[in-house]
């Protein structure tokens, strides 16, 4: 038997319980007899994560839901053997994310990222039941309420339980983000009304996807907000950019025949 090391009040994470970096964070949240994970992560860590929640003496038939934040591959790619080990689960995503699980999307799970030889497995699964904004999930005597919270990509989804915000890859406590890309569906006016949606929220945590728990702190929306302001109007972001003021100045100059090399 293991010790449980809760975060918070019917909160593990399993990286923390572990000691060590398994990969993406997999939260277990627990009431009753009742359990859930918030992601898996990727399939080679999969029979270590069930078998110490089994040592946590967590029995594996009541676990009620397997959840994908979203259908990244370091989230996602464990998921069918979840769902193999823990029968009793339903799995839930975004319909986004369902879509992707379902036709084992290579591209916008980023299994497939030719230019940088990057070629990893997805499998394909069937997600159990969509969710979104507005939903409630139950587990035990908790409620969970889902947000849905798009930006990185359309299917990010976020669970705020209490004073908790399961935060998936909107924002890390050193205030960097989940990857803008415009093959990720990433939408950087909505990444930032997102990042507005938790920085004015009255909760008190923030667990991420990745990297350590940290309190909300403003300053540290603050500053992701205000770079991605910028990104927006950037030509290094791309078509992900809203616009270019540059391509605007160079119209005028253009029309004016404003000579370059002119002092
Ligand atoms: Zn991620």
Redesign the pocket.
Known sequence: MLSRRELFPHVLEMNYQARRRLG?SVYLVFDELDWMLIDIGFEDTVSEIVDMIRQLDFPLANCRYLIATHA?V??VQGLKKAKELLPSAETLAHPAAAKALADGDRILTYAEIAAQGIAIDMPAIQIDRQIGEGDVLELGGLKLDVWQTPGHTESQLAFRQGNLLFSG?NIYRDSCV?NIDAHHGSDIPAFIKSLQRIRDSDVEWLLP??GPVFRKDNAILDAAMRRLDRYQHMADFGTCAVDWPLLDEWDEELAEGIDPTAE
């Open positions: 993406c990244d370091d989230h890859d989940g996807s990745h």
